[in-house]
Structures are given as C-alpha cells and as structure tokens.
C-alpha cells in the first residue's frame, strides 16, 4: 500500500481513517484528507504499538494497521488461554472465533495453534469510497471470518489486479452476480460485498436474509460473486490512481471526449475500452450504433474496443460464466432504478415472471432495453448463448458516480433483489 503522510489524500486516506477510528482512536472525520487530526492519531498509534511516531504511515505502520483494515487478527494459543478470555480481549465473541476455526475444540485448545480471532466490527465499510487495496483486504478478511465462502481469482485486469470471485452455498442451483463492469459505478461493488457479508451472518446464526431462512438458500443454491469486474478503473474513478503512466495515457484518451469530465465519468478499462460493450452479442451492431454516436477510439466510455473480448476484465467474465454454467446472472449498474431483461426476441423460460418479482421486490421497473444499448452487453450475451434468465440492474438515482452516502438506500432497494435472484430460478427451491 501506498505511503501516506500529512497532505496525503483519497480513497487509502479514507481507508487509514477507517482503520484508525476503528482501533479505538480519532482521526477527525473521515474525509480523505490526511490533516491535523489524522496525524495526532496516528502517531498515538504508533506510540501504542511501540512503532517510531513519526506520523508517516509506511510499511510497517500500514502492516500494524492490517487487523482493522482486515477485520481480523490472528493468535497463537499459550498455555491457559480460553476461547472466552480470548475473546474478551480482542472484542470479538466466542461463536465467531468458533466460526473462523472450524472443528476448534475450546475444551482443549492446543498450545501453539494459530486461531483467527474475528475483531467487533463488519468486513465490509459502507461509508468510504472504494480501491481495490479495500476491495483486496475485504476478500481477505471475509475468508479468513466464514472459511465457508470460497474465494479465488478468475483473471487479471490490464494492470494486473486480481479479479476476485467470491462465492457461497453448496447447492446445485447456481447464480452469479457481478459488480462494477463500469469504473463509476463502483458502488455496486459494496453493495455485493455487504450482501455477501450480511448472507454469511444470517448462515452463521440460522437467521434470516430478507425474510429467508440463510441455511436454506445455502443448501439449495450457490451464489457465485464477482465484486469488481474493472478494478483499474474503480481505482482511476475514486483516486487511488492519479499518477504514473495509466493514469497519464487514461487522461490523455479523455481528452479526446472532452464533454465527459474526467476522471468522474470514467466507464471505461484502463485501455479506454467499455466493459460491457465487449460480448460476442451483436456487438457489431453495437459497434455501428457507438461509431455513429462518435464513440470511434478509446476513451472514457461506449468504445466498443477492436474486436469482443480484447478487454482481460470481459473475458475474465466470459470464460468464468461458462465454467460455472449459471441458471441465471445478475449485472448490476447504476442507475435509474431499472431492471432490463430482454436480448432481442429472446425469452428464456420464466424470465419475465422472475423479473417482475425482482421489480416488486426493489420498485425497481421491469423494461425493456433501449434499443441504442441493446448489444454487446453481458447480460446480452447470456441471455443469447444460456437462454436463461439474465438481468442488468440499474440502481440507485443520480449522477454517476453515485455518492456512498446513498448506499443505505440502495441496499434497502436491493437486498430483495439479491437474495430472490438465488431461489427464484427455473427448477430453483422455492418455485
Ligand atoms: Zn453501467
């Protein structure tokens, strides 16, 4: 992680703030900005955990600070050492270290087992802006809490950050949602980030998800998640990336669209190609239709790219999609408030009836896509090659990037969404 100090500002300045606040100390609000405040906490951080308070926050201060970036903090088992008291003293609570450590016997502890201690806190923050540093902690810290969920890579994107999948349940009816084709509208990427993380809790405690019982979804389904198909541009959106050659060559292609601001309407790849207008799925007539539009080259949105699939982000998708084999899919966008479920004349079994549950769930509308972003899309193309039912969700109202502040709202809209989509397919549990 990058070196912050005083003056520093952006997304891993909201991240330390974070982290701060959550270890019991005030870095002032949490705004990005790294000022007055934020120095004194840190050097009483620093101070605290026996580190130089040089205010400087490097390697190693970043390295004392993963427990509250992560959530967890990991300990090796002395002689006398007892689940409770353990828990005690990190805040956390006897289940969920029994949760993390599964087959552990607090009856006979063996001295020098390594545990993960879970910290009193959720994984997942709802009130910062996103990177994929965060992105990369929260995929760490859910795994190590719930060792249920199973977590892996399906590709790279072009500067190399992991596409992570993250998925739950053991059931055959498999689903998957994915988040963040488009750089701003990164606020999709919390969103199945908290849903992942809320589902794991309700599992856990034989509770509920939207009036579900969790265990039962997790019997019958599993829900495969792909938080943040195009990290790069997550990162070149909120301002983890704001220098070096990417960020150079990005702003350079943007000001050849310059109606679009920059970086804030940033939809687009790295490589300036759009995510979603990247499948094999009339994507010449995409093509055409963007072209006319004066989308001709590489910039901040709606460039179709050279050919499908040159983009690593939408073939990670692709080639996952086809491995799990999916009985429905889950696209999620901002914003309108919008399901779109139609390729064509195609009408997969029951995707009509599914989508006006999904509405009701969410008032969100059931429509038909309009016929100028009609092509090349994902949902497009598995609606073609799958025939099954494939939805683009467009949440929330506003400008892109939609502010996090509006998360609660759109979470609230959602989380119906969300948990239908995974029992509601053709031959799914509760049809
Ligand atoms: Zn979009």
Redesign the pocket.
């Known amino acids: 992680m990058k070196i912050l100090r005083f003056g520093s500002r952006g997304p891993l300045v909201e991240l330390l703030q974070l982290a701060l606040t959550r270890a019991g100390y005030n870095p002032g609000p949490i705004d990005g900005v790294f000022g007055g405040r934020t120095l004194a906490a840190v050097q009483n951080f620093q101070r605290d955990m026996g580190l130089v308070p040089d205010g400087i926050v490097g390697p190693l201060t970043h390295r004392t600070l993963m427990p509250w970036y992560t959530g967890y903090v990991t300990h090796t088992i002395r002689r006398g050492d007892t689940l409770y008291h353990l828990a005690l003293q990190y805040g956390s609570t006897v289940r969920a270290i029994e949760t993390a450590n599964p087959g552990i016997d607090p009856l006979s502890l063996s001295v020098g087992r390594i545990v993960v201690i879970p910290l009193g806190f959720d994984v997942v923050p709802t009130n910062i802006n996103y990177s994929s540093t965060l992105i990369g902690y929260i995929v760490r810290g859910l795994s190590a809490r719930y060792p249920f969920l199973n977590v892996g890579e399906m590709g790279r994107s072009v500067m190399g950050r992991p596409l992570y999948y993250i998925s739950t349940g053991s059931g055959s009816n498999r689903v998957f949602y994915n988040a963040s084709?488009?750089a701003n509208?990164w606020i999709t990427t919390p969103l199945l980030l908290k849903f992942l993380e809320d589902f794991a809790k309700a599992y856990v405690s034989g509770g509920n998800i939207y009036n579900i019982p969790a265990q039962d979804i997790f019997n019958a389904s599993t829900i495969y998640i792909a938080p943040a198909v195009n990290p790069d541009g997550i990162d070149l959106v909120t301002g983890e990336l704001d220098s070096g050659t990417y960020f150079e060559s990005a702003r350079a292609l943007s000001r050849n669209y310059p109606d679009i601001p920059f970086p804030s309407g940033w939809?687009a790849n790295i490589r300036g190609v759009d995510t979603?207008l990247q499948y094999p799925a009339g994507w010449e007539q995409a093509r055409q239709i963007k072209f006319a539009e004066g989308f001709t080259r590489p910039g901040p949105r709606d460039y179709v790219g050279s050919g499908p699939l040159v983009a690593p982000e939408s073939l990670a998708i692709y080639d996952f999609t086809l491995e799990i084999d999916p009985a429905l899919i889950l696209a999620y966008?901002t914003q309108g408030g919008v399901i779109y479920w139609k390729f064509l004349d195609y009408n997969p079994a029951g995707s009509e009836e599914i989508g006006r549950r999904l509405s009701e769930a969410s008032g969100y509308a059931l429509e038909e896509t309009p016929y100028g972003s009609g092509f090349a899309g994902y949902k497009d193309w598995f609606i073609q090659d799958f025939n099954r039912p494939g939805y683009t969700i467009e949440a929330g109202r506003g400008v892109n990037p939609l502010p996090i502040s509006q998360f609660d709202s759109i979470y609230n809209e959602n989380i119906g969404i969300l948990t239908l989509a995974a029992i509601l397919t053709p031959g799914g549990p509760l049809v």
């Open positions: 084709h488009h509208e939809k979603n966008h």
